[in-house]
């Protein structure tokens, strides 16, 4: 049985699952049409899908939606809505059936392109299933990791009218404990703040999280009496004309200029400070209400894209199983939707499952571009070239096998540089026109994750993903001040053998020949672009200066004239 699971919403993406029922390629429409963060049908990830298994559309057996299980609230749900109503004050309520009636809208959107679709390929409607977004989130971290049993927490935006939930689990079998509405959702605070300080929605998340590590939490600011946790939920209270818990402005008794006003009488990185404060101080607490120590937990949705807030929920219980789900926001939701239609419990081990492109598809790229080239027969000889240009604080791009699927670069494409140079990150920040506040990530072989990384588990499979932050040792601060942030912690790739031979060799041939355990790791793109996919995006890397050189597929040097 072949099974296609696929979105259209924020972070189009596609998957497929083969006759032996593993799931063998994943990838998001982004890195195709390079429109970042694009929403719409991912008709190339769809393309590419069945010409990796020669097979035409019709031969697809089930088709799974999983942006959204349906237009409007199951009977369920609607039951929560209506008793959550009850309890609010007349502002309160009209603000949610606002946030009600927008919701119902986007679903109505997204599903009705996605019906265009299917009736335009003519696809019998017995094929077609929806899923549930939340439950796609949690079945894309059950099928990532190894564990039978546990807790699941599942938390972004908005989804299936939910903004987070909590789940159990138990081999395929999944049970939803309860859910927190789209009107206590605490994704759509950050986002505000993301707006609030000049930044994109749902894109920029990140450099407040990065910003906040500059700044204190300040108790007397208003965003501070939004959340808490009571009777085991999330609750959001408004504070009228000044936040409401979405993006629509405007039209809903909003001002966002009000909102703006507010935080300008504080700095932004006191602003994403408190920010952060706020949501590591409620997941905490809901965490520890609603999850038992000794159970495994795994982590799931566009939420747990925060680093800072995963270690704050390690700290619960150092000694629990954690996990995130590595493609944790929407792009990830289709290996959920696999997941409940396959009969066995493959785990999808790595994140290594887009496109990858022959020596002769790159070299015909390298010469229309007329990019100077060499090509090694001897590992050996390419990395000691390789390493004498990092030593020179030179950027090198990698493009090798197939391109990661997910948020995060994994050493397929990536570029690399030293770490060891405290002021490299505001280098590499102006090459790829870059604004982050955070340094960039370091990747280190397994063998000297506890030397390098305090409270570092054995069983921590989260941080072969860079979904995590630790605390890092006295040595490794000193010897490396380009991979640690300002708090004196980093977001590690760790690598193991098993994932990714070729460049585990590379790395242990470079601290062999250099003494150093670790070196920097960014995605391969440029400021408000996609990762890079084919042969020619990695080019117009090079030739735009966002690095130096490129090892195509372990054993091509490509280089600027």
Known sequence: MIVLSLTNNNEASASICDTQKKIIFAASEERFNRKKNFSGMPINSINFLLNKLNISLNKVDKIIYCSHESIYPSKKILVQIKNEIKELNSYDKKVFKKRLKTEIEFNRKHINIFKKWVKSKSIDRAKIFYMDHHEAHARSAIICQKRKSGHIITADGKGGFTSSAIWKFKNKNLTCISRNSTFNSLGYLYGNITIGLGYKAERHEGKITGLSSYGKNISKMCINNIF?????????????????????????NWDVSLFKKELKKFTSKDVAATAQNVLEKIFVKYIKINVPKTSNLLLSGGIFANVKLNRKIKEINTYRYLFVTPPMSDCGLCLGGIHKFIK??????NMYLGPEFSNYEIIKELKKKKIKFEIFKNEDEINQIIFKKLNKKKLVGIFNGKMEFGPRALCNRSIIFSAKYKGVN??????LNRTEFMPFAPVCLDKFSF????????????????TITYKCSKKFTINYPAACHVDKTARPQILY?????????L?????????????MNTSFNNHEEPVVCKPKDAINSLLNNNVDYIIFNKNILAYKI
């Open 228 to 252: 808490s946790v009571k009777k085991k939920k999330i609750i959001a209270r408004n504070i009228k004309k000044k936040f409401i818990p979405f993006f629509l402005r405007g039209r809903n």
């Open 451 to 466: 030397q390098n990384f305090k409270n570092f588990k054995k069983w921590d499979d989260l941080a072969k993903f860079m």
């Open 344 to 349: 066995n419990n493959h785990i999808v081990k």
């Open 497 to 505: 053998k098993n994932d990714n031979f070729w460049f585990y060799k």
């Open 507 to 519: 790395l242990d041939s470079f601290n062999k020949a250099t003494g150093e355990t670790c070196l």
């Open 426 to 431: 505001n280098i590499v920040n102006k090459r």
